[in-house]
């Protein structure tokens, strides 16, 4: 076949093709692992820093960061109807956007703030624990804002009613606006607020403009500038997996019990 031929030409860049090709799957495939791990590390250092076990501008190891996170939480599965934990459930595996997504393990949402579609039969959360005692309790939350699907945490002290802390690890809202779901700044205002009303209802709620300081109103947070629709969003996510249909039930079970389970 002559060098310059245009059969060789396109033989030519077929084989670089393919050999480029095996060579961007194979990197793919061995990158998954750490890609998966890194995940990994940064849910546990949102859950720590939402539980208040980081200190601010801290820098930790990857094995720091698994320490302190096996040292002081304890990841659970429960029963979302019941809040009862399920002891079949293997919590440090769990997946629960597979759960949620499968038809098997979840159950069509009833219209709800938070724009949920399909509730899972049963539910992670983390318990903070310190010296042997419930320190905590955080909840995955998530919803829709403006343009994306928000995904973060919510921590409760032991009461099961007053805000620990929030955080967010994905979403898709806008720069300076819904993004400032993530500024420190707004995420500071969330710990002493209540969550429940006397009869047990979700009130907290992202308002309008200034909430104030707890004392002024304990069941508002100041709203996002510019951002309300993701400001509605986050009132639904918080109202919705702290309600009857999310974690509900099983804040009524560490309610009565004090903090004890």
Not at 149 to 177: C, Q, R, S, W
Request: glycine fraction near 12%.
């Amino acid at each position: 076949m002559p060098q310059h031929s245009t059969a060789y030409t396109i033989g030519f860049a077929a084989a670089v093709c393919g050999v480029c090709s095996l060579f961007v799957a194979g990197s793919a495939v061995a990158l998954k692992p750490r890609q998966l791990d890194n995940k990994a590390i940064d849910r546990q250092l949102k859950v720590l820093a939402v539980a208040g076990l980081m200190e601010g501008g801290e820098d930790l190891s990857k094995e720091q960061v698994r320490e302190r996170y096996d040292q002081y939480i304890q990841p659970v599965v429960v029963d979302l109807k019941t809040g009862a934990p399920a002891s079949d459930v293997d919590a440090k595996s769990f997946d629960q956007q597979e759960a949620m997504a499968n038809p098997a393990s979840s159950a069509k949402a009833p219209e709800n703030p938070a724009k949920v579609q399909r509730i899972p039969n049963k539910g992670v959360l983390f318990k903070i624990v310190k010296d042997g005692k419930l320190d905590g309790v955080i909840f995955p939350v998530q919803g829709k804002g403006l343009w994306s699907t928000m995904y973060g945490y919510l921590a409760l002290e032991a009461d099961g009613n007053t805000v620990k802390g929030i955080t967010f690890y994905e979403h898709g809202e806008t720069p300076g606006l819904g993004g400032e779901i993530e500024n420190p700044l707004w995420q500071s205002l969330w710990p002493g607020r209540q969550i429940y009303d006397r009869e047990g209802v979700p009130k907290l709620q992202v308002v309008k403009g200034q909430a104030g300081s707890v004392a002024d109103d304990p069941y508002a947070i100041d709203g996002l500038s510019g951002a309300t629709l993701t400001s509605r969003g986050v009132t639904g996510l918080v109202q919705f997996w702290l309600g009857e249909n999310g974690y509900g039930p099983y804040v009524e079970r560490l309610r009565a019990e004090k903090g004890e389970i």
